[in-house]
């Protein structure tokens, strides 16, 4: 299973060598002296390159992409092993069974989507013993007797029960339209009655496979956001510890530091996120899951758009709270407040794609920069968004981003150089600074 | 390589604390420059103003003339006090970035980092991890990683720091050498024999303004003159505490070294000397670095 990571990752450093050399030569052919916009470019790229370089090659990231590839074939394999290859019902029949009673239990039985074989048996002692031993599941004793061995519950769903249940009323109105003296007109009249269709003055809620996408997508954006921000807030935290960052910084500028950071680690998420996808997609096609059935395509591809954006708009702060530690013990203080919005985002998103009818409030929050990679996904799965409002939502991020952006290189530059206690952000932009 | 770094002024305050309070000197190609001062001096300060990595209340710093901006510092080196390094990243791979990020090509970087591991003695830990390596041999590295681009200024804060003498040595001929080839070298230490040894100049700073700064014969040869004056069967020099202008500086092991005043006639000294016995010694002496820190701070 590794191949295809390496594959991707592979594909994603050779395109940057090659997009940095090409840099590289340009930058040769031209005046070195001012530190242009073409160098400025070479240094993020080479920053960006290195992290994606060492990133890729730690266990964590080899065993991390391994357990969302498992979890997600689990999400996609386990369903179908559980719907659709129900095994085909046996009922055992007793005494006299007339031709209507067999179509009206065939009829019953295909409703439900269940396919029954009929087991003729001696007497009802025979049936009794098939339904323990589990030869049967269910016994029909004169047309008029249903046994099952196990009572069943009203809020059971097994196939057993949608048939027994099914079986039951059919046979019961077989016997009213019987007992009720009706021509065999009428009675097929009453047999071929079909429900009324019932508007609703809502739309209808996403239901089982979209649902399932989801929140499947939902889990892998809030793994992805969790995890690589939180490389963005050790990663910088240790630059500065280690004082590399000095280093680092007498060649460079700040800006350029942390764009670089940013753009390596984002480049490494995305490609595990393309990866995953590809993965699911994939799979699903090969084990015929119609969990990427009906709007389940639109809510992938929402959820990675929104995994780029969720992204975009956390790298920062992540960066910025970094910088301002220097421990262990510094950055936990800090990442815990950070991590709330996220885990608030994403436990009203798992709430709102389980009840299928989003609130109010909800739709706020769709909107907001912080919750909107987890609920605006969620209103796609439900079709309670159209694509402007999914426009305007992106576009409030993108705009917050490159505020949080301004203001994460500001904290940054003055944050990365203290060293000693964690710095308070008030020092940061009093007068002394 | 020709150049000449200037600091014009430099000014830093936090609070109420001044770090820098107007400093200003020069440091010129072709010699290796010592950097003392008490600790507190604002010596690393001074050396993180020249990397922009401290922001300055006022001054200047100018390399051959302008103003030193990115495009200068990338052909600056820096070893930094609290050694900068990649713990978990591969010292050959570590030293091949920083190259690129002071614009070496990739080919020019692999090539210079092998030679200046090999140079250093520890090509054979090119592979290894930066935080695998000895006390010693990152501090090889961490000076490889200031060298690597073939700067022009060499700015190093306590590079001799905790180093056994093979390691002091090493370090030292890497710093003449490239001096002798041009480079512009300012080093900072607490050890002022060592600085003797290596440096032609030094200058010296306190509470962030100049003290002296000056060559080390310059210096050794000014000021006061120096008496060594050993008496047989003297061990504690009391002859020499009562002569007008005579100070001793210091007695060790019989010999009495003593500095003497403008005012002082060494011939009285001597006359002195043979009073109190046999005079075994008896030398003119240059100052040592130790007595030029001492005074100048005192």
């Known amino acids: ?433 | 390589m020709e150049g000449l770094l200037e600091l014009e002024g430099l000014t830093r305050r936090y609070g109420a604390l001044t770090a820098l309070d107007g400093l200003s000197f020069s440091v010129p190609a072709g010699q290796v420059v010592g950097f003392l001062g008490p600790n507190g001096a604002g010596k690393t300060t001074t050396m993180r103003a020249v990397f922009g990595l401290t922001d300055l209340d006022a001054g200047r710093v100018k390399w051959n003339g302008a103003a030193v901006g990115q495009a200068e510092r990338r052909r600056f080196g820096y070893m930094p006090e609290e050694r900068g390094l990649y713990p978990a990243m591969l010292v050959g791979e570590q030293l091949e970035y920083l190259g690129r990020l002071h614009a070496m090509s990739a080919h020019d970087a692999a090539a210079a980092t092998k030679a200046w591991l090999e140079r250093l003695g520890v090509a054979d830990r090119a592979g290894s991890k930066v935080e695998a390596l000895s006390h010693g041999n990152q501090q090889r590295v961490q000076l490889a990683a200031a060298l690597v681009h073939g700067p022009e200024l060499l700015i190093l804060d306590e590079p001799l720091a905790g180093l056994d003498p093979t390691g002091i040595d090493a370090i030292g001929d890497v710093l003449v050498e490239q001096a002798r080839a041009g480079c512009c070298v300012l080093f900072s230490s607490h050890q002022l024999d060592q600085v003797e040894d290596l440096c032609e100049a030094v200058t010296i700073i306190d509470h962030g303004r100049l003290v002296v700064t000056g060559k080390v014969d310059d210096l050794a040869t000014s000021g006061a003159r120096r008496l060594v004056v050993r008496v047989a069967g003297d061990r504690d020099a009391s002859w020499a505490c009562n002569i007008a202008g005579v100070t001793v500086s210091e007695v060790d092991g019989g010999a009495a070294r003593l500095v003497l005043d403008e005012r002082v006639d060494s011939d009285s000294v001597l006359r002195a000397a043979m009073g109190a016995g046999r005079v075994t010694e008896f030398v003119f002496e240059r100052r040592r670095l130790s007595e030029v820190f001492r005074e100048a701070l005192a």
């Open chain 1, 1 to 433: 299973m590794n191949g295809p990571i390496i594959l991707v990752i592979l594909a994603v450093v050779v395109a940057l060598r090659v997009w940095l050399r090409r840099r590289r030569r340009s930058n040769r052919n031209q005046s070195r002296a001012p530190a242009g916009s073409a160098l400025l470019k070479g240094d993020v790229g080479l920053v960006a390159a290195r992290e994606v370089r060492e990133r890729v090659r730690g266990k964590v990231f080899r065993v991390g992409t391994l357990l969302i590839l498992l979890v997600v074939a689990g999400a996609i394999v386990v369903p179908v092993l559980n719907s659709g290859k129900s095994r085909p019902q046996r009922v055992g029949v007793v005494g006299a069974f007339p031709a209507p009673l067999r179509e009206a239990v065939v009829a019953s039985a295909t409703s439900v989507g269940i396919t029954v074989h009929l087991v003729p048996e001696a007497d009802a002692d025979a049936a009794h013993r098939d339904l323990r031993s589990g030869r049967i599941d269910l016994a029909i004793v004169d047309g008029r007797e249903l046994i099952v061995d196990k009572a069943i519950g009203s809020a059971v769903t097994s196939t057993t029960a949608q048939l027994v249940l099914s079986v039951s009323k059919n046979l019961g109105l077989a016997e009213a339209v019987e007992s009720a003296g009706l021509s065999a007109t009428q009675a097929a009249e009453l047999a071929g009655a079909k429900a009324l269709p019932v508007k609703s003055l809502q739309p209808g809620t996403a239901k089982g496979a979209t649902q399932t996408t989801s929140t499947v997508g939902l889990i892998l954006v809030f793994i992805m956001l969790t995890q690589y921000n939180t490389w963005i807030l050790i990663g910088v935290m240790e630059e500065k510890s280690s004082r590399v960052v000095e280093v680092l910084l007498a060649a460079m500028r700040p800006v350029q530091l942390l764009a670089g950071k940013v753009l390596g680690i984002g480049l490494v998420a995305f490609a595990q996120a393309a990866l995953v996808v590809a993965f699911a997609l994939g799979l699903a096609e090969a084990v015929g899951s119609d969990l990427l059935r009906g709007t389940a395509p639109l809510v992938l591809v929402s959820t990675l758009v929104w995994l780029v954006l969720g992204y975009a708009f956390y790298c920062w702060v992540y960066a910025a709270a970094g910088s301002m530690a220097e421990r262990q013990d510094q950055v936990q203080s800090l990442a815990v407040p950070l991590s709330l919005p996220i885990i608030f985002g994403y436990v009203m998103a798992l709430i709102a794609a389980g009840s299928g009818s989003p609130s109010t409030f909800f739709k706020v929050l769709a909107y907001l920069p912080p919750t909107a990679p987890f609920a605006m996904p969620v209103l796609v799965g439900l079709g309670a968004v159209t694509w402007w409002e999914f426009a305007a939502s992106a576009a409030v991020s993108i705009v917050c981003t490159v505020g949080m952006a301004r203001l994460a290189s500001s904290v940054y530059r003055r944050a990365i150089l203290r060293t000693g206690r964690r710095v308070q952000l008030r020092e940061l932009f009093s007068r002394t600074a």
